[in-house]
């Protein structure tokens, strides 16, 4: 996963942004948690000089943060935003986004990311806060879409817990060659069985 | 955590046995993941000499595995062969499956524990096996007790997916005072509602 971003990197190393950082960053958090993302070795991987990275960030501090709000935008905002920019019925997005984790391409590295920043949430009351800010944003999404069904409040509720559970884990326990599980799953998520 | 076993181990140093290797072993990787599980440092907390740990194990290897059987034993086995032993209706087992994380006092240190295992298993074939067979047992044990609830198999094995789904994250979604929601998912997931 680095090796791309340094290449890409390389390429414009006079222009290095604070998005190349910030990717190469969230690189190294999914491979190797965040005690890995040292700006001195970021700053190698990317073939550009420790001081250039000063241009953009004054701190790690800054850049951890920059990490969060960014797998905030990407694994959240811009997943919604694709779904409600589609106009389809509650079902179908509902569908979509338990899918998400068996058909995106990028559904390992997300799930890397993630488990990263919940190690981390577990000493780090910022990365915390951000992570219960997303669950929350998550939840909130979901049961919206399940009240759209015509389940009542309280049970959308439960359902919208139960639905981004399955989200959140099921990946690994079911085989991508049984998605005749899945739909058994969604079936009865969504209460069609 | 730590503290606790240095002091119960410090008064039986002269019989430190592995299973307080072990013991202190679990606890250290609950709070600094698999990388910070050092015979050095353990030996240190443990308030004995490096050395003695040859005794009991070979190698960190060694040590390791323990670690993993331990886990598998406290997490998964020792869990069903309580539930069994109480032979109360399926429903009544399933019930006390889906409330253990967030009533046992022990459910922190068992999902730091178990957070700290999957990360190890990303990158570890050993860790990644037990953890595969894991989840396997617990999802057939949760399986079969879906399937005396008088669903069928098909569905029963949704259910025991959506069931082990939300036992593995849904303490972090549900506060503590609101275990009306708890009760509401519970209903969804035996089909109550």
């Known amino acids: 996963m680095v090796r791309t971003s340094q ?19 969230l690189h190294t958090l999914a491979e190797n948690g965040i005690d ?11 073939g550009v000089t420790k001081g250039s990275f000063y241009w953009h960030f004054s701190d790690r501090g800054e850049l951890l943060d920059a990490v969060l709000q960014e797998w905030r935008r ?16 509650a079902e179908q997005r509902l569908r979509r986004l338990l899918r998400l984790q068996f ?8 799930s890397d990311v993630e488990l990263s920043i ?10 915390l806060a951000v992570l219960r800010e997303v669950d929350e944003l998550r939840l909130r999404y979901i049961r ?13 509720a ?3 817990i139960l639905a981004y559970s399955y989200m959140r884990v099921s990946r690994s326990l079911i085989p991508s060659d049984n998605m005749a599980l ?3 799953c969604e079936r009865v998520l969504l209460k069609r069985v």
Request: hydrophobic residues 40%; proline residues 1%; glycine residues 8%.
């Open 103 to 110: 058909e995106s391409r990028r559904a390992e590295f997300g």
């Open 74 to 89: 990407r694994a959240t905002l811009s997943i919604i935003d694709r779904l409600e920019r589609t106009h389809e019925p």
């Open 158 to 160: 439960a359902r919208a």
């Open 144 to 156: 919206g879409l399940v009240e759209e069904l015509g389940v009542s409040k309280g049970e959308a």
């Open 36 to 46: 890995g993302v040292r700006v001195e070795i970021l700053a190698r991987d990317l």
């Open 7 to 25: 290449k890409v990197a390389r390429a414009e190393a006079t222009t290095l942004d604070k998005r190349a950082w910030t990717d190469a960053a």
């Open 182 to 184: 899945a739909d058994e």
């Open 118 to 127: 919940r190690l981390w949430g577990r000493r780090d009351a910022h990365a």
